[in-house]
């Protein structure tokens, strides 16, 4: 069966540092791989994504990912973290055959920016 | 241009009621899917529509949870005779029609469903 896994529930980052928040997926074929940040009360915003091509990719708001198929991980980075940054980021994987075009989400990580 | 619209942000419903979501895709799009969030958790996919089908529908409960699509008009997902375990945050997302796996999906606001 297909699924995402967000093994952290929250991370924590000082304003300035680095961010990383993790991603790993399990597919039977080619993964399309998506990130979507959710603020409070508020739907999912599209972040960025990986089709094919460059495993480094860049989107929104600074943020970037790291497809590594050995690893079957897609990490979700940002060089420097802003206190506007702090939401709830998700992950999530479409198969790229079949599946009919439904997401699979992770249960999502919780981003604290401090100050 | 104006993005997936949701109405009612907010429903409350008694126990045994029936609640009604609709959802009104970004201009241009065809596909919409229906996703369910629990409180703390991630989304879980129900239902995936185009205009007058419903493509794939292997997240919806076998019983109460129906939706549609029209030719005209917006997507509606119909629950019936509610209980407290429907209480969720309900979202829809288009895509433009094609090859749909490779475009991302654009969400609505979502429907707070509040069951008493």
């Known amino acids: 069966a297909q699924s995402v896994a967000q093994p952290e529930d929250q991370v924590n980052v000082a304003e300035g540092n680095p961010l990383t928040v993790k991603c790993t997926y399990s597919?039977?074929?080619?993964?399309?791989l998506f990130w979507y940040v959710q603020y409070p009360n508020r739907g999912l915003q599209f972040l960025l994504k990986?089709?094919?091509?460059?495993?480094l990719v860049k989107g929104s708001y600074g943020f970037e990912a790291e497809f590594n198929k050995s690893q079957t991980s897609f990490h979700l980075k940002k060089p420097s973290a802003l206190v506007s940054d702090s939401a709830l980021y998700f992950c999530?994987?479409?198969?790229?055959?079949?599946?009919?075009?439904?997401?699979?989400f992770g249960a999502g990580t919780r981003l604290a920016v401090h100050p | 241009n104006a993005g997936v619209m949701q109405n009612p942000r907010h429903l409350v419903r008694r126990r045994g009621q029936e609640a009604r979501l609709r959802c009104s895709p970004m201009?241009?799009?065809?596909?919409v899917y229906w996703y369910r969030q629990l409180p703390e958790e991630g989304l879980k996919f129900m239902v995936y529509?185009?205009?007058?089908?419903?493509?794939?529908e292997s997240g919806m409960p076998k019983e109460r949870f129906s939706a549609e699509f029209p030719k005209e008009g917006p997507s509606i997902l119909r629950i019936q005779q509610v209980v407290r375990g429907d209480s969720a945050a309900y979202f829809c997302?288009?895509?433009?029609?094609?090859?749909?796996?490779?475009?991302?999906?654009?969400f609505g606001p979502g429907t707070r469903l509040t069951v008493t």
């Open positions: 999530a994987v479409r198969l790229s055959s079949g599946g009919y075009n439904k997401l699979i």
């Open positions: 201009k241009g799009h065809s596909h």
């Open positions: 597919v039977s074929g080619n993964p399309y």
């Open positions: 529509l185009q205009k007058e089908n419903i493509i794939d």
């Open positions: 990986y089709i094919t091509g460059d495993n």
């Open positions: 997302a288009s895509s433009p029609p094609g090859t749909g796996a490779l475009y991302e999906q654009y």
